[in-house]
């Protein structure tokens, strides 16, 4: 048994984006679109033991509409979050339209003090009896991660054949989750190494604590925060993320949240054997050619189940 699976970089770039506004530089003004960065985001698609196409996200960042849109994204069975700065955050509004077209809820996976941040800013959606009018809005499950234990591995969180394990990283003081991604653990020795699974997913960090570097061990695919040239009292310095990525030595290395210090063909083909600049919309893995069809095949079920919704529950949903 399979389970095709593929990870989607759906936002490679820092927090205020790249181009910045009203910034000239090479960067920003450069014409290579691997240069254009949103918000750092990611999308993980695979089809369940079942048969039925997955989906899950890591981070609701600003620019979740734009980059469902790119990718075609149609249903979203869980958020994972990292932490609650508003670049990882401040798409969850967005997700509603995923509950309309599932016709169900979201489950969403994050820390205390990040569900924290959630409910205070999706108060409409938290707090929805409070709303003046009756929107619509998002529906959401929220599950409490425990922080991750000082020795051993976290419980991992099963979704539909994937596991997704929390990882402890520091994001300057700020305690914030990476997160291991790998297939269940019967799939595990059928995996090639041309699959991007096991994949550890480690964005806005700056330290690495001793408990975590035994989880980046057997990684096919490490994605890693790489910020700039210079030093950042709270991400990777491109140098820093080298020295990281060598030392945990993945088959591949893939570093995001880059701002615009970092022009794609200037830097990507100095690094290491194995390091790359990941970019907007760079896909690793396939579902396959029948894993496609179960998706085409599922998207079309779903269109045609919204297009016999009755019209006043599509108006209420404007
Ligand atoms: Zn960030
Ligand atoms: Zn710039
Ligand atoms: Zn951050």
Same mark, same amino acid.
């Given at each position: 048994?399979?389970?095709? @699976?593929?990870?989607?970089?759906?936002?490679?770039?820092?927090? /205020?984006?790249?181009?910045?506004?009203?910034?000239?530089?090479?960067?920003? =003004?450069?014409?290579?679109?691997?240069?254009?960065?949103?918000?750092?985001?990611?999308?993980?698609?695979?089809?369940?033991?079942?048969?039925? #196409?997955?989906?899950?996200?890591?981070?609701?960042?600003?620019?979740?509409?734009?980059?469902?849109?790119?990718?075609?994204?149609?249903?979203?069975?869980?958020?994972?979050?990292?932490?609650?700065?508003?670049?990882?955050?401040? /798409?969850?509004?967005?997700?509603?339209?995923?509950?309309?077209?599932?016709?169900?809820?979201?489950?969403?996976?994050?820390? /205390?003090?990040?569900?924290?941040?959630?409910?205070?800013?999706?108060?409409?959606?938290?707090?929805?009896?409070?709303?003046?009018?009756?929107?619509?809005?998002? =529906?959401?499950?929220?599950?409490? +991660?425990?922080?991750?234990?000082?020795?051993?591995?976290?419980? @991992?969180?099963?979704?539909?054949?994937?596991?997704?394990?929390?990882?402890?990283?520091?994001?300057?003081?700020?305690?914030?989750?990476?997160?291991?991604?790998?297939?269940?653990?019967?799939?595990?020795?059928?995996? #090639?190494?041309?699959?991007?699974?096991?994949? @550890?997913?480690?964005?806005? +960090?700056?330290?690495?604590?001793?408990?975590?570097?035994?989880?980046?061990?057997?990684?096919?695919?490490?994605?890693?925060?790489?910020?700039?040239?210079?030093?950042?009292?709270?991400?990777?310095?491109?140098?820093?993320?080298?020295?990281?990525?060598?030392?945990?030595?993945?088959?591949?290395?893939?570093? +995001?949240?880059?701002?615009?210090?970092?022009?794609? @063909?200037?830097?990507?083909?100095?690094?290491?054997?194995?390091?790359?600049?990941?970019?907007?919309?760079?896909?690793?893995?396939?579902?396959?050619?029948?894993?496609?069809?179960?998706?085409?095949?599922?998207?079309?079920?779903?269109?045609?189940?919204?297009?016999?919704?009755? #019209?006043?529950?599509?108006?209420?949903?404007?």
């Amino acid at each position: 048994m399979s389970l095709p @699976a593929r990870f989607i970089f759906l936002g490679t770039g820092t927090s /205020g984006g790249v181009p910045l506004i009203a910034c000239r530089c090479a960067t920003c =003004t450069s014409a290579d679109p691997r240069d254009t960065r949103s918000r750092t985001a990611a999308a993980i698609e695979w089809i369940d033991p079942r048969g039925t #196409p997955r989906c899950v996200l890591i981070d609701a960042g600003p620019d979740l509409h734009a980059q469902a849109l790119r990718h075609d994204l149609w249903r979203c069975d869980a958020i994972l979050f990292t932490h609650n700065h508003v670049d990882h955050i401040f /798409g969850l509004d967005e997700v509603r339209r995923f509950n309309a077209v599932m016709q169900a809820p979201i489950d969403l996976y994050a820390e /205390g003090y990040v569900l924290d941040s959630l409910r205070r800013v999706y108060k409409h959606i938290f707090d929805k009896d409070a709303n003046v009018n009756d929107s619509f809005v998002a =529906t959401l499950i929220a599950h409490e +991660v425990p922080p991750p234990p000082d020795r051993g591995a976290a419980q @991992a969180i099963e979704l539909f054949g994937m596991r997704f394990m929390p990882i402890r990283l520091y994001h300057g003081r700020l305690p914030v989750l990476g997160w291991r991604i790998e297939k269940g653990p019967e799939l595990r020795d059928q995996t #090639p190494a041309s699959d991007p699974f096991p994949l @550890a997913y480690c964005t806005d +960090v700056s330290s690495i604590p001793p408990e975590t570097w035994p989880l980046l061990e057997g990684l096919h695919t490490l994605v890693l925060d790489a910020l700039r040239i210079r030093k950042h009292p709270t991400h990777f310095a491109l140098d820093q993320s080298i020295d990281a990525a060598l030392r945990i030595g993945a088959g591949q290395t893939w570093f +995001v949240h880059m701002s615009h210090e970092i022009t794609h @063909a200037a830097i990507d083909p100095e690094l290491p054997e194995g390091l790359s600049l990941a970019h907007d919309g760079l896909t690793l893995g396939s579902l396959g050619e029948s894993g496609e069809r179960s998706l085409a095949e599922a998207k079309a079920r779903m269109s045609a189940a919204m297009q016999r919704l009755d #019209p006043g529950a599509i108006r209420a949903q404007a």
